[in-house]
């Protein structure tokens, strides 16, 4: 009787000291590049439109990584992708990026993220890159998809008032893309169908019934998920790359799809 109690206390205490190696061969391993695909349904009915939503790729130079992302993206058949930023690390790795994501058989729509400014990419050649896709490079822009029945409205997150300059279309489909999730807070004068953002990357390591370990400048309370504004429902997603350490822990990287 009294081995079988000592055994129990050994499975517990060898248990609790396996737990910090699970979980970061968790963070480490595994789940950097374990994409996972989230459907968010906003349409009240049947939906008109599917949408994707990538962003911070923070391309590296791991060419088979993004295919698979690109592969996903193909498999879903959207109607247009939208891009928040942060598409490389360094502007060397422009170039491989933007033939990857040329792969992607709808069009691309998308923004510049802080890393992007930062790198000094030529946001020439990426607008040139997105528009042979149909899409464009939106700095503070729009453009139209879907026969016109989709207004996407771009910013260039230099300046916060900015992404009040935007004037929505009646009878339309409006989504704004923003980079910084804080950003939505300057959006006072209309209210969008769908604001997107990145940034934030979730945090990169989330401690459950906590949230993330630390945020970064221009994320305010907007870490990750869907949030109810005045300017319209936000979405924040957790990107597909990871910046400063390669470690993410119960944040995946994500590919979005929103029914509308």
């Not at 006072?188 to 953002?197: E, G, V």
Request: proline share 6%; aromatic share 10%.
């Amino acid at each position: 009787m009294k081995l079988g109690k000592l055994n129990r206390r050994r499975f517990l205490l060898y248990s609790l000291l396996a737990a910090p190696t699970a979980v970061w061969a968790d963070a480490r391993l595994l789940e950097p590049t374990w994409v996972k695909t989230r459907t968010v349904r906003l349409a009240q009915g049947t939906p008109s439109h599917r949408l994707v939503q990538i962003t911070d790729i923070h391309h590296k130079g791991d060419r088979a990584y993004l295919e698979s992302v690109v592969r996903k993206v193909n498999a879903l058949s959207p109607e247009a992708v939208l891009f928040t930023g942060d598409l490389i690390e360094d502007a060397q790795f422009a170039p491989e990026a933007l033939e990857i994501l040329g792969q992607i058989k709808s069009p691309i729509f998308g923004v510049p993220g802080n890393h992007d400014y930062g790198c000094r990419v030529d946001f020439g050649m990426i607008g040139k890159a997105l528009a042979a896709t149909g899409g464009a490079f939106l700095l503070d822009q729009q453009a139209t998809c879907a026969n016109g029945k989709i207004l996407i409205s771009g910013s260039a997150c230099k300046h916060l008032s900015d992404v009040n300059r935007f004037t929505p279309h009646a009878g339309g489909l409006n989504i704004l893309l923003i980079h910084y999730p804080l950003f939505v807070e300057g959006v006072r004068d209309h209210r969008y169908d769908l604001i997107l953002a990145g940034h934030s990357h979730g945090g990169q390591v989330r401690i459950p019934f906590y949230g993330p370990v630390i945020t970064m400048f221009g994320v305010g309370r907007y870490d990750l998920g869907m949030f109810q504004t005045p300017g319209g429902p936000l979405y924040v997603n957790p990107g597909i790359g990871w910046f400063g350490v390669p470690y993410r822990f119960n944040c995946r990287p994500e590919i979005t799809v929103f029914e509308v």
